[in-house]
T-cell receptor
Framework: GQQLNQSPQSMFIQEGEDVSMNCTSS?????WLWYKQDPGEGPVLLIA?????ELTSNGRLTAQFGITRKDSFLNISASIPSDVGIYFC????????????FGQGTELSVKP | DVKVTQSSRYLVKRTGEKVFLECVQD?????MFWYRQDPGLGLRLIYF???????EKGDIPEGYSVSREKKERFSLILESASTNQTSMYLC????????????FGSGTQLSVL
């Protein structure tokens, strides 16, 4: 089946640093989504991307939908302690309404 | 805001028991999903439903079944729990087939002893 490779698996950074993580796939997706999971909670949607080449920001977060439709990245600028959590990328296909393929997750730790 | 509610946050069961995980959403969403989360593996789809009384297998359906008798409720059933089903179970919903945005519940951490 389809798989997403997400990297890095974990990151330990200092508060104020920028963060970058990415996802790659051998298959094409029509939609890329990025979720964040706080400890003890379910994932929450951060950014959704719908067009190849699309670059979208949400506060300190920026994500891009790769031109080939096989990859996406998420950047977090000037990290703060509440950025701690697990970040997941997910790929979707048209008209499958939430039947997503998820990456393995990137666990982010921020040292004050 | 969409609210997806899972009935239990933590559950401990014995091998061979029949286990029911319940999920309710309050925003009249058409689609509901059950994912399983394991460290290093991300989220994997177990079963999903695009309509009442309808169900489809996801990527890892073995050992599980589901029930959707009402639009707002989607139940995951472990017919005979095994230790390899110890995991975090996440329920999610989305508006309809044209909408990929998933809304998740807080999860149920199931331990099978």
């Amino acid at each position: 089946g389809q798989q997403l490779n997400q990297s890095p698996q974990s990151m330990f950074i200092q508060e104020g640093e920028d963060v970058s993580m990415n996802c790659t796939s051998s298959s094409i997706f029509n939609t890329w989504l990025w979720y964040k999971q706080d400890p003890g909670e379910g994932p929450v949607l951060l950014i959704a991307l719908y067009k190849a080449g699309e670059l979208t920001s949400n506060g300190r977060l920026t994500a891009q939908f790769g031109i080939t439709r096989k990859d996406s990245f998420l950047n977090i600028s000037a990290s703060i302690p509440s950025d701690v959590g697990i970040y997941f990328c997910a790929g979707g296909i048209y008209n499958q309404g939430g039947k997503l393929i998820f990456g393995q997750g990137t666990e982010l730790s921020v040292k004050p | 805001d969409v609210k997806v509610t899972q009935s239990s946050r933590y559950l401990v069961k014995r091998t061979g028991e029949k286990v029911f995980l319940e999920c309710v959403q309050d925003m009249d969403h058409e689609n509901m999903f059950w994912y399983r989360q394991d460290p290093g593996l991300g989220l994997r789809l177990i079963y999903f439903s695009y309509d009442v009384k309808m169900k489809e297998k996801g990527d890892i359906p073995e050992g599980y079944s589901v029930s959707r008798e009402k639009k707002e409720r989607f139940s995951l059933i472990l017919e005979s729990a095994s230790t390899n089903q110890t995991s975090m179970y996440l329920c999610a919903s989305s508006l309809d087939r044209g909408n990929e945005k998933l809304f998740f519940g807080s999860g149920t951490q199931l331990s099978v002893l």
